[in-house]
Structures are given as structure tokens and as C-alpha cells.
Nanobody, 127 residues
Framework: QVQLVESGGELVQAGDSLRLSCAAS????????MGWFRQAPGKERQFVAA????????TVSNSVVGRFDISADSAKSMVYLQMNSLKPEDTAVYFC????????????????????WGQGTQVTVSS
């Protein structure tokens, strides 16, 4: 059973930067795709970014491109989401997730495709 634990969420001001971390553990997760999603109150869970563990392939949602970036450290079993120039509309609970069926090519951006989820970390951006 893969376990994911997010950390790093906090209350920040607009324009600030924040880095979220996701610690992964469990068997065979090294072949999975790792993703970040977010969910604001009253809204559906939204894809933010995804990466493979080798780091050779990654993608970021158009809604945050140029401000957010995803990275992975396979040696530490950590996935990161670097968030810059934060806006109030970035306020949400951010979730780390793993897609065990990923093999290569394009990442799936639908939450239903991801099999394992962390508990989430709250990011609040004040104006």
C-alpha cells in the first residue's frame, strides 16, 4: 500500500512563494506517476501538475503554468510543488496522488485515474 503525506501548506500573502512536499512510501511506487491536485471549497478537485519519478517528464496545468513547478527526488522518495507569485484564487487544499497504471507518455489529469491520495495540506493566500 502506497502512503503519501503532504506538508508545507500555510497562510501566505499574495505574491509570496511556497513549496509543498509529498513523502511517498510503500512497495513499487517508483514506476507510478505522481500528481498534485487542489480543491477549493465548493469546487471540484483540479489537476495542478504531474511528474514521473525519473523527472524526465512533467506537466503543469495551464492555470498555473509559469508560476508553479513540480519536481521529484527519487532518492528521498519526495515530490515537490513549488508555487510562486501566489494569488488568492490559489487558496485550496492541495493533494498529492499516485497513478499506479502510468507507464509512459502523457499523464492522466483526471482525479479518478489516481489510486493513492494523501490527506491534503491547506494553502491559504490572503490578498
Amino acid at each position: 500500500q502506497v502512503q503519501l503525506v503532504e506538508s508545507g501548506g500555510e497562510l501566505v500573502q499574495a505574491g509570496d512563494s511556497l513549496r509543498l512536499s509529498c513523502a511517498a512510501s510503500g512497495p513499487r511506487f517508483g514506476s507510478y506517476a505522481m500528481g498534485w491536485f487542489r480543491q477549493a471549497p465548493g469546487k471540484e478537485r483540479q489537476f495542478v501538475a504531474a511528474i514521473n519519478w525519473g523527472g524526465g517528464r512533467r506537466t503543469v496545468s495551464n492555470s498555473v503554468v509559469g508560476r508553479f513547478d513540480i519536481s521529484a527526488d527519487s532518492a528521498k522518495s519526495m515530490v515537490y510543488l513549488q508555487m510562486n507569485s501566489l494569488k488568492p484564487e490559489d487558496t485550496a487544499v492541495y493533494f498529492c496522488a499516485a497513478d499506479r497504471d502510468y507507464r509512459s507518455g502523457a499523464f492522466d489529469i483526471t482525479p479518478a485515474a489516481y489510486d493513492y491520495w494523501g490527506q491534503g495540506t491547506q494553502v491559504t493566500v490572503s490578498s
